[in-house]
Structures are given as C-alpha cells and as structure tokens.
C-alpha cells in the first residue's frame, strides 16, 4: 500500500442526514460519545444492547441487521483495556475483537449498508515503528508483546475492509485513534487504562492524605492521547469526507511522557504528594504517537487540549464515579 500524505476529500460528501445509523458499543466510552454528537445530525440513530444482540455470536449479529437494515454503521464495539488486562486477558481480547469484527462486516455488507467504520487502535503498528507512526508503518515489524493478540485482531479488522472494498466496492473506512480518554471511561484499576487509572488512584491518595501514588513502569514511555468527544467528531467527520481503503490515524500530533501525564493530574486533582514509580509493572511500547498529516489535510483537527480534557473527565469522575467525600 503506498500513501502519500495527502489525501482525496469526499466531494460531495457523504451524507447522514435523514439516513438510519447504528452505533455498535453505543454504552462503551466512544460509543457514547458518537451517541451524544450524533444527535447533531439528523439522523435515525438505532443501538443494540448486548442481550438483545451479541456480536460474538454470528446468528445473533446477522438476524438483528437483515431486521434493521442499517444504512451506516459505526463498528465501536469491542473488549479494551489498559496493559495489564490485554497481557492477563489475551483469549478474551483476540476472540471477541475478532469475532464481532468478522459478523459485523460480513452481515453489514449481506445487508447493504452504504457506509461502515471501523476503529482501530494505535497498538496496530509495530512497537518500534518510527515517530510519530506513519499508515504505511503497518506490518513492517514485531507487536508490542503486551498487547499482540488486540493489536492482531484490529489488524484483522481493517483488513476486513480492505477486502470488502476490493471484491465487493464496499465503502468501508478504518480509523486509528490514538489513546482515548473521557467521560465514560473505565476507572477499575484492574482493567483501565493509565489517564482513569491516575484520575482514580490520586483522587483516592488525595481523600487518605497518602504521601505518594504507585505509577506502573519507569513513568519514562511516551502517550498522545486525544479526549474522546474529540474523536467522535472526527470519525463523524470522515464518514463524510473519506473514501479510501487505507486507514486513516486520529490523533493530536503531541505526546507526554507518563511521568508528566501524572503531575497534570496531580495538579486537576489538586494532589500534592509525589510518586513512587514501580519498574516491576509494564512499560509497554516505548512511544506511541500517531502521524496525523493525513487526517489534517482532510481539514479536521482537535479542540481538546489536555489540560482541559482531564479537568472535564475529573470533573465527570467526581459527579459518577467517585464516592461522595
Ligand atoms: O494506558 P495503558 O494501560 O496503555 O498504559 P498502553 C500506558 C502507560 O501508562 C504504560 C503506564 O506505560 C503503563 O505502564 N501506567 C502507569 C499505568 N500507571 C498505570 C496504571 O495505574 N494503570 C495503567 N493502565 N497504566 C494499551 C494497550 O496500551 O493501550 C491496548 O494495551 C490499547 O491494546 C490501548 O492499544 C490504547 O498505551 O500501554
């Protein structure tokens, strides 16, 4: 696959207005997020909850779609965490990504579904891929070990695309957001990811008057991560304006290191303790960010600078999460 760094824009685009769109994961943090910028749009937006439809299951998957007939899908349905449930939890991880995967994009294009996304992951390129991590970086090298079995299964995912596009001329789309955090997001420090994680852990060293927080790792690897409204606008943003069988990053083109990510915390929070790094938990990949050249000649960037989303996700802990002080 070659790519330039440019990109065609959809003209005209693609329209939503009027049209049925099913959110797949409407309850998961981005799907929650689409559901909430959706509304803008003037469409018919329908969700399936688990019991009424599993996605693991194909039977399940295919006669809930020839019932609806969804004209647009957003495949935001998934099993993700942090480092430690993707290395704990690889069967898990692998079958459910791949199984929702393949029935929704098989039933979706048996169906007729004019337009479909699917989301990746940033974890799709190899772990030393170079910086910030180009589309074309894709398989050109070893995963990151912790989680191979989620990054194999996004892989499969929009190759899926791919190959609906090619033998069948599907206009499916694969996006690749880069870390996401925000409202909705999980704060289980068993399963989370690092920004609830920290949210969670110096709210709580906070409340006990504790002296220091434990952050995993060296507090040295390096993270962009984007504030998941954000992100919702932009995958809104490419099922207008993208057409391409090449998948295309979403990201802010910034990184912090998890030690500074910490001290921002610390500072929403209004933490003024320390922190006591544990080398004898994972690092992961030594740096992840995304090269967003593509996506911004398409005309979309950012709003949320990291600052202010980790205040509004503090903020949205406090009014659902957190026990009352
Ligand atoms: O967010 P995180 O779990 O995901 O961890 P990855 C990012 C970094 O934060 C790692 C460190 O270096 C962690 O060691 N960290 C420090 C912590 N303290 C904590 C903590 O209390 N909890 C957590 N969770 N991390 C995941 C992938 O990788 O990112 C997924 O495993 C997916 O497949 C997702 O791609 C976006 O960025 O390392």
Redesign the pocket.
Known sequence: MSMSSTVARLDPPFRLEGRRVWVAGHRGMVGAALMRRLAAEGCEVLTATRDVADLRRQDQTEGWLAEKRPEVIFLAAAT?????V?DNRPAAFIYDNLAIETNVVHAAWKTGAVKLLFLG???IYPRLAPQPMAEDALLTGPLEP??QW??VAKIAGLKMCQAYRRQYGADFIAAMPT?LYGPGDNFE?AS???IP??VA?IHRAKADGLEAVE???TGK?R?EFLYVDDLADALIFLVKCYSDEAPINVGTGTDVT?GELARMIAEVVGFEGGFRFNPG?????PR?LLEVSRLKSLGWAPRTGLSEGLAKTYAWFLDNVAEPA
């Open positions: 993700v965490g942090g480092i430690l993707n992951s940033s974890c912790t989680n989620y990054a870390n420090l989370s990811h690092v994680a920290l852990k952050i995993w790792g690897p993270r998890i938990r994972p690092d992961g990949t992840k």
